[in-house]
């Protein structure tokens, strides 16, 4: 391998519209040499910051500080092994300094990491940030949710429709920083395509954009487009959370070294004999034993054996009972599954919207990927913008906003006419442009008053 990868991204974080502070911290490191990529590759790091107004900002820049340094420094045997050293790293690093200082005590962070390399892509995680993986239309999450409602599904105390009735969002069931020793999940490697999209995120995204349109917005936009439309999506949902993503495009990759553990296309699980074969296979075997018994009785008899054949006879007999006891009762009704994939909530959502996304809907699976969305359908994402754009406008018609109506005006022609034509990319992206030039004047209003 002597071809180096061809790989652009984008990052960006935002305070969103009901925080003082940002409490996010990201982190990108691409490697100059294509020796050093060999051994390290390139890393990227989104974390959460938890624990009060300046502390979880605090362990956020300690993770994204500390993570990377001890990432390239390290010796280890594989890139695997350097993740999950890192992080351990940027876990001691929180803990010293909540320790030093008691106004820091208790802060934490979540932290989630890509590494691409030439072992293909692997992910180090612990909290409820994020990474996805686009390819071919097909959104999957690598990353296992380490929060209450995930973990209730998992263990079948919930279902996907009932968990927000028992189990508050947003609790998450570990994270960097409280305690010194924390599990910490190494998902991977996971082979890497030319095409394939990563997405590295908060929750303050996710809890107000839905798989189906996180896929739908990376596959139509480049990276900086996608990385800024997907915020102020967010934002315009009421933005209750910070929210921050790195979003990764594979323009060209060296062959990665196929692993058995790669799961680049979800595996049918085996659901071994089901439970009419079962009964079908205990009766055949009955009937043969019956039949056998039978025939050792008549034998018997024909040779004078009286106790043996009164035994078999008997036997025979019985079998025969039980068989069609068996067969006459009734099937146990199967029990359905529980729907284990959480379904994200998007605020201000179109009911075709929510139809699709439960219609998506899909199971836990007990290794990375854990969920999988097909994202090819761009229309429910252009109905979205389009109410999103309508609306906006109208606001900012009555409160006579400082916008240009003219160009917003030929943007919504561009983009209702590139969707009578099918051309959804381009229909995305007049979309994304009409919101963003609206977005930045509701940012300039609401971040521009005292206290805010």
């Known amino acids: 391998m002597t071809t180096p990868p061809v790989v652009q991204y984008a990052s960006r974080t935002d305070v969103g519209m009901r925080r003082a502070a940002n409490q996010d911290s990201l982190s990108v490191r691409m490697c100059p040499e294509f020796s050093e990529w060999q051994a390290c590759g390139h890393l990227f790091v989104v974390a959460d910051g938890m624990g009060g107004h300046a502390v979880g900002d605090l362990a956020s820049r300690i993770t994204v500080e500390t993570l990377p340094h001890a990432y390239f420094k390290q010796d280890a045997i594989s890139v695997e092994a350097r993740l999950r050293q890192s992080i351990f790293a940027a876990n001691k690093a929180i803990n010293d300094r909540s320790r030093e200082n008691r106004e820091f005590e208790g802060m934490g962070t979540t932290c989630s990491v890509l590494s691409l390399s030439n072992r293909g892509a692997v992910v180090g995680h612990v909290g409820d940030s994020r990474v996805y993986r686009l390819r071919r ?6 990353t296992f949710d380490h929060s209450l409602q995930w973990e209730m599904i998992r263990l079948g105390r919930a279902t996907a429709e009932n968990v927000e009735m028992f189990h508050p969002r ?3 069931t570990r994270c960097l920083g409280p305690d010194l020793h924390v599990p910490i999940d190494v998902e991977g490697p996971f082979s890497v395509e030319t095409g394939d999209i990563f997405l590295l995120c908060s929750d303050g ?23 800024r439309l997907l915020i ?14 790195i979003v990764v495009q594979v323009e060209s990759y060296p062959p990665c070294v196929p692993t058995p553990g790669d799961a680049s296309v979800i595996p049918v699980a085996s659901p071994g004999p089901s439970p009419a074969a079962q009964s079908r296979f205990l009766s055949r075997m009955l009937i043969g034993l019956a ?38 009762r009734p099937r146990p009704a ?29 199971s836990f699976r007990t290794s990375s990927p854990y969920r ?35 160009e917003l005006s030929q943007l919504s022609r561009q983009a209702r006419s590139s969707q009578q034509g099918q051309k959804s990319e381009r229909a995305v992206r007049a979309w994304a442009r009409i919101l963003d030039l609206l977005m930045k004047e509701i940012y300039q209003r609401v971040r521009s008053q005292p206290g805010s």
């Open 334 to 362: 199967v029990p359905s599954l529980p729907a284990a994939a959480l379904e994200v909530s998007t605020i201000d959502s179109t009911s075709n919207v929510q139809e699709e996304c439960s219609a998506l809907r899909s």
């Open 232 to 245: 102020n999506l967010a934002n315009c949902r009421g933005g209750t959370d910070n929210s921050t993503v």
């Open 137 to 142: 239309g097909i959104l999957q999450q690598l």
């Open 170 to 172: 947003n609790v998450i």
């Open 205 to 227: 995204l996710t809890n107000h954009v839905s798989d189906q349109e996180v896929g739908a917005i990376l596959a139509s936009l480049p990276p900086s487009e996608s990385s």
């Open 291 to 328: 039949a056998c018994c039978l025939v050792g009785a008549v034998a018997a008899v024909l040779f004078n054996q009286v106790v043996w054949a009164v035994a078999a006879g008997v036997i025979g007999i019985l079998s025969l009972l039980f068989i069609l006891l068996f067969s006459r």
């Open 372 to 406: 999988s969305v097909d994202c090819r359908n761009v229309e429910p994402l252009l109905s979205v913008l389009s109410e999103a754009q309508s609306e906006l406008v109208q606001a900012a018609r009555d409160g006579q906003w400082k916008v240009d109506f003219d």
